[in-house]
Structures are given as structure tokens and as C-alpha cells.
């Protein structure tokens, strides 16, 4: 199963035009977004698993010039929380 997540950047001011670049071309990030608010760029990626998510934003997007801060929100779906119906499909 994919991990599908969005992660919320926050960034040193100025920095958003070079970053969504930057971020956008990161492997597993679909896309990236400039945004108002507290966060300034949001982007969205899909890995194959947790691991993968770890590297993605810890390494990845967190060494990317200007970020200061990131928050990850995982894409929870409802088949998720239904582990009998995942094991019907399975077989």
C-alpha cells in the first residue's frame, strides 16, 4: 500500500519562489504549491512506505534552502481503519 501525504512547509521569507522549484522536483513529491498562511508552500507526495516518507521530508524537502520547519499530515482513507475488508481483497 502507498503512504499519500501532504507536507506543509514553512520557509525563511523570500524563499518560496526557489523552494516550490526545488520541492516540486523532489522523486515522490506529485506537487508543490505556493500558499497564504501560516505555511508557505504545500506539497503532496505519494512513497511506498513510511521510510520512504521519513527520507522524503527529513532529508529531502528539510535540506532544501530556506525551509525552516515542516509538518507532515498523512492521508488516512477508510479502508485503512477496516483491516478485515484489506484481508478479503488480499485473497
Do not use: C, W
Not at 515522490?28 to 522524503?56: C, Q, R, W, Y
Amino acid at each position: 500500500m502507498r503512504i499519500t501525504s501532504y507536507i506543509l512547509v514553512q520557509l525563511a521569507p523570500g524563499k518560496a519562489k526557489a523552494a516550490v522549484k526545488a520541492i516540486s522536483r523532489i522523486d515522490g513529491v506529485k506537487m508543490a504549491h505556493a500558499v497564504t498562511g501560516p505555511f508557505d508552500v504545500i506539497a503532496f507526495a505519494e512513497v511506498p512506505d513510511l521510510d520512504s516518507l521519513s527520507n522524503l521530508v527529513l532529508a529531502k524537502i528539510q535540506g532544501v534552502g530556506g525551509v525552516e520547519k515542516t509538518q507532515t499530515a498523512v492521508v488516512v482513507t477508510p479502508e485503512s481503519f477496516d483491516v478485515k475488508e484489506r484481508r478479503k481483497r488480499s485473497k
